[in-house]
C-alpha cells in the first residue's frame, strides 16, 4: 500500500469529496442567491485569482526545484533556500495586498459595482494566504507526507461547506463567504507552518540569504511570467465580459465557464510525481519517458470516461450543478466541458521540471496574446460564447506547442507515448452509452427532476465503462507505482 499510485489514489479519493462538497457549495448560492449577488461574489474571486497569480512570481515551482534538486544543496541548505523563497514571497504578497485598497475605486469603476467596497478588507490579503498554501503543499509532497494532506483537505472542505451553509441560511450575505474564508485560510497556514517544523521542516524568514536571490530569481521569474500569463489567459475572457456585459452576464459567464475537476486522477498523479520527474530528469531520461507516458494515458483514459459522457448529457448536468437561471449560458458550458477534456494532463509537466522556465514563457505569451484579442473579436462578433470559444482554440495551439518542446526535452516524440488503440474503445463504448441513455432519458423519464435523471443515467455510463476498461488503468497505475519504489529504492527521496 506504498507508492505514487496509492499517494494518487487517496488524493483522488478526497479531491472527489472535496468536488461534491464544492458541487454542493455553488448549487446553494446559486439556488439561493440573486445574480447580482453571485455577481458580486464572482467579481471578488476574479480580483483575487488574478492577484494571486501576480503576486506568486513561480516560487511554488521554485519550492519544488530548489528543495528537491540534491546538487544545488552543496553550498547552500534546502533551509536557507526556503526561507529565501518564502521571505521574497511575503514581501511581494504585501505589496500585492496594499495594491488592491489603493486600486479599490479603479476596480470599482471597472466592474461598475459600488457593493465591491464591501469586499476589499476581506480579498485584499487573500492572495499571500493562498500562495502560502499553494508552497507549503508542495514541501509537503517533497516530504512524503502527501497522505497528511489528504486528511487536511478533507477537514478543509468540510469547513468550507459550513462557510457557504452559514452566508446563506445565517447571514444572508454572500460577503460572509469571502470573510470566513479569509479568517480559515490564516488557520491553514499557522497549521501547515506548525506541523512541518514538528516534522523537521523549519520556515525560518531569519535564514534569508541575499546571495541566492538572485539563482532563484533566473529560475523562479520566467516562471512567474508564465504563471502570470497564463492566469491572465485563463481569466482573460472573464475580464472581456466584465468590462463589456452586465453583472448578470458576468455570474452567468462565471458558472458555466468554471472548470470542472474531470482531471481529479491525473491531478493527484501530477502532485505526487512532479518531485519524482524533477530528480530523473537529468540523470534517466529513460525513466521519464515511461512515467510520463504511463501519466499522460491513465490521464487520457479516465478524462475520456468522465468527460463524455458530461458533453452528452450537458444540460442536465449543468441543472444539477447550478440552477434554470444559468441555461443562457449552456454553449459557455458545453464549450468549457471541451476545454475540461483537454486539461486531461499538465503537458508543461517537463518544463517546470526541467527548469525550461524561458520556453514555457515564450510559449504562453504567444498563447495569451491570441486568446485575448479573439476574446474581444468574438465577444463583439457573437456575444457571451465569443470569448469561450477563443480559450478553446488558444488552448488546443499551446498545446502544440508544448508537446514539441516535450518532445525535444525527452529526445523522443510524445505522441507515440500515447496509447491511441487503447482509449478509441473507451470513446466509442462511453458515446453509445450516452446516446442510449439519452433516448431513454427522452422516452421514459421526461417527468423526472434533472438531478435525480442525470446522476442515474451518469453514474451507469461511467461505472460500466469504468469496469470495461478496469485493466487497462490498473496496468497504468502498477507501471507508475514501480517506478515510484524504484525512486524510493535508490534513497531519492527527502
Known amino acids: 500500500m506504498k507508492g505514487a499510485s496509492i499517494d494518487a489514489l487517496l488524493l483522488t479519493i478526497v479531491r472527489v469529496i472535496t468536488m461534491v462538497m464544492g458541487f454542493v457549495c455553488i448549487k446553494i448560492v446559486s439556488v439561493y442567491f440573486s445574480l ?256 510520463y507516458g504511463d501519466y499522460l494515458n491513465i490521464g487520457l483514459f479516465t478524462t475520456s470516461i468522465l468527460v463524455i459522457p458530461a458533453l452528452f448529457l450537458s444540460r442536465d448536468l449543468l441543472l444539477c450543478l447550478y440552477d434554470s437561471k444559468y441555461l443562457p449560458g449552456l454553449l459557455v458550458f458545453i464549450i468549457y466541458l471541451l476545454v475540461d477534456f483537454s486539461r486531461f494532463a499538465n503537458v508543461s509537466l517537463l518544463y517546470s521540471a526541467s527548469g525550461k522556465s524561458v520556453q514555457l514563457l515564450r510559449i504562453v505569451i504567444f498563447t495569451f496574446v491570441i486568446n485575448t484579442i479573439g476574446a474581444i473579436i468574438l465577444y463583439q462578433a457573437i456575444g457571451l460564447t465569443g470569448p469561450a470559444i477563443a480559450t478553446l482554440i488558444s488552448l488546443w495551439i499551446s498545446y502544440i506547442f508544448y508537446l514539441k518542446g516535450s518532445s525535444n526535452i525527452m529526445g523522443r516524440s510524445v505522441l507515440r507515448l500515447f496509447n491511441v488503440r487503447g482509449w478509441l474503445p473507451i470513446a466509442l463504448e462511453c458515446s453509445l452509452m450516452s446516446l442510449i441513455a439519452i433516448y431513454l432519458s427522452s422516452t421514459f423519464m421526461t417527468s423526472w427532476n434533472a438531478v435525480p435523471r442525470f446522476l442515474l443515467m451518469y453514474t451507469i455510463i461511467t461505472g460500466c465503462t469504468a469496469l470495461l476498461n478496469k485493466k487497462k488503468i490498473l496496468v497504468l497505475a502498477q507501471s507508475i507505482n514501480k517506478a515510484s519504489k524504484y525512486d524510493n529504492n535508490n534513497d531519492l527521496n527527502l
Open 36 to 291: 447580482e449577488s453571485f455577481g458580486l461574489y464572482s467579481q471578488a474571486l476574479l480580483i483575487i485569482s488574478t492577484t494571486t497569480s501576480l503576486s506568486i512570481l513561480g516560487m511554488t515551482d521554485a519550492v519544488n526545484y530548489f528543495y528537491n534538486n540534491k546538487t544545488l544543496h552543496a553550498k547552500h541548505s534546502s533551509e536557507e533556500y526556503i526561507a529565501t523563497i518564502f521571505g521574497l514571497q511575503t514581501f511581494v504578497g504585501i505589496v500585492c495586498g496594499i495594491a488592491i485598497l489603493a486600486g479599490a475605486p479603479f476596480l470599482t469603476d471597472y466592474f461598475q459595482n459600488s457593493a465591491l467596497w464591501s469586499v476589499y478588507g476581506w480579498i485584499a490579503f487573500q492572495p499571500i494566504l493562498q500562495n502560502y498554501i499553494s508552497m507549503l503543499q508542495v514541501l509537503y509532497m517533497s516530504a512524503g507526507r502527501a497522505r497528511s494532506i489528504v486528511i487536511i483537505n478533507l477537514i478543509i472542505s468540510l469547513g468550507r461547506l459550513a462557510i457557504f451553509i452559514a452566508a446563506t441560511f445565517v447571514t444572508h450575505n454572500i460577503v460572509t463567504i469571502l470573510a470566513l474564508t479569509f479568517i480559515s485560510d490564516i488557520i491553514q497556514v499557522s497549521y501547515f507552518s506548525w506541523d512541518l517544523h514538528k516534522h523537521g521542516i523549519s520556515i525560518n524568514l531569519k535564514k534569508f540569504n541575499k546571495k541566492i536571490c538572485r539563482p532563484i530569481l533566473v529560475y523562479a521569474i520566467p516562471m512567474a511570467a508564465f504563471v502570470i500569463i497564463n492566469s491572465l489567459m485563463r481569466d482573460a475572457d472573464k475580464w472581456v465580459i466584465g468590462y463589456f456585459a452586465s453583472t448578470d452576464d458576468l455570474a452567468i459567464y462565471t458558472n458555466c465557464s468554471k472548470l470542472l475537476p474531470f482531471d481529479m486522477l491525473t491531478y493527484s498523479f501530477c502532485v505526487v510525481l512532479v518531485p519524482v520527474i524533477t530528480r530523473y530528469i537529468n540523470t534517466n531520461k529513460e525513466q521519464v519517458a515511461l512515467l
